[in-house]
């Protein structure tokens, strides 16, 4: 597991209706469970038409601003192939992608459950519990949505173990 220090810097980054937003409003509610300052930010863009949508998520101690700014992602979650060059610019040099081809080979029940399934494969790399993460769930998600969005999430996290 990476142990973060200071400010932590996501970019989730996709097309509209692929559930960019909802992915970082999870990843927002799971820091704040944890106790930490968090900031986000979001580029809707042609999101109605499917076209690119991004936002940023900082958390620490005491974050000030809640945009990420070029180079300095920690963590760059794709949730479409194409985005991944549109977005590259974005990834400190050691930052961390995550995108679609970590779960080659396994199978979801629904591909809506995709944004969930990569905040699986991003909780291996942050220091939060299985608990807030499942807090940040369901306090993000309709009851009706639950399980199959728990079962997403765990696929991703074995895909990335």
């Known amino acids: 597991m990476r142990v973060l220090s200071g400010v932590t810097n996501i970019v989730v980054a996709g097309l509209g209706g692929q559930g960019v937003l909802k992915a ?11 106790g930490l300052d968090v900031k986000k930010s979001e580029v ?9 949508v991004a936002s ?14 070029a180079g300095e992602a920690d963590f760059l979650l794709v949730l479409d ?5 549109v ?8 930052g ?13 029940r629904s591909s ?3 944004n969930v399934a990569l905040l699986g494969a991003l909780s291996r790399s ?9 807090q940040a769930l369901r306090d993000n998600l309709a009851p009706k949505l639950l399980e199959l969005n728990l079962q997403a999430f765990d696929l991703g996290r074995t895909a990335a173990a």
């Open 81 to 85: 192939a194409g985005q991944i060059e």
């Open 96 to 108: 961390v992608l995550i995108e679609p081809g970590m779960l080659a080979g396994r199978t979801l």
């Open 24 to 34: 970082s409003d999870i990843i927002a509610g799971a820091a704040f469970l944890a």
């Open 44 to 52: 809707h863009g042609m999101s109605q038409r499917g076209g690119s």
């Open 87 to 94: 977005n590259r610019a974005m990834l400190a040099p050691r």
């Open 56 to 69: 940023d998520v900082r958390f620490g101690a005491r974050v000030f601003s809640p945009m990420v700014s």
């Open 126 to 134: 942050l220091d939060f519990s299985e608990e807030l993460w499942t």
């Open 112 to 114: 809506k459950a995709l």
